[in-house]
């Protein structure tokens, strides 16, 4: 009896010793697809498919990137990951490239594709650079001098619910006030 007329529940044998059920119908649930760099026909198992598919969404998911994204994290966190990432990736173009110049073909394609890597990187970090700027204290701004007045309130409050003499409050804020004459160049310094 030929392999391609077997009946249903039958298995199908190709060249190569691949063998699968048919199922009711040859072809019915496998797909011939391409594989490869040859045009040879091969089938595929819809199974299989689905399984990879299946680990395919479980690797996306487990990646810091999708996960920053997913955790609504902040963009400073978010550059960090993509700062890491486009490296991981230049480095491996840098991999490529070397070892397709050591086998002697040609490195075009990896310089052109690492160059863009390079520049996504560089123009991530200024980035990042000009959000933390954009993040330091405007110590004369309107809002920042409101809350640091409030502070100042509190202090006073705490300082005279607390049973310490006016005197003794008003010599601690004028002292305060003395050492706060370079404070904005204090806080300047820090990270």
Do not use: C
Request: hydrophobic share 40%.
């Amino acid at each position: 009896m030929d392999d391609n007329n077997k009946e249903p529940g039958q298995i199908l044998s190709f060249p190569g010793g691949k063998k699968i059920p048919t199922n009711g119908e040859v072809g019915l649930p496998f797909v011939i697809a391409e594989v490869g760099h040859m045009p040879t026909a091969e089938p595929i198992d819809p199974d299989e498919v689905a399984e990879e598919l299946k680990e395919r969404t479980a690797y996306v998911r487990r990646q810091e990137l999708v996960k920053i994204f997913e955790s609504g994290g902040s963009t400073a966190e978010t550059i960090d990951i993509l700062l890491k990432e486009i490296a991981e990736e230049a480095a491996h173009l840098k991999w490529d490239r070397r070892r397709a110049a050591k086998d002697g073909k040609p490195t075009t394609n990896y310089n052109v594709a690492r160059v863009g890597a390079l520049r996504n990187l560089a123009e991530l970090l200024l980035k990042k650079k000009e959000a933390a700027l954009a993040e330091r204290l405007d110590l004369k701004s309107p809002r920042f001098q409101k809350i640091f007045q409030t502070l100042m309130s509190f202090f006073h409050e705490s300082m005279e619910k607390s049973g310490i003499p006016q005197e003794d409050i008003d010599l601690v804020f004028k002292q305060m006030k003395a050492d706060m004459l370079d404070w904005e160049k204090k806080i300047d310094t820090v990270d």
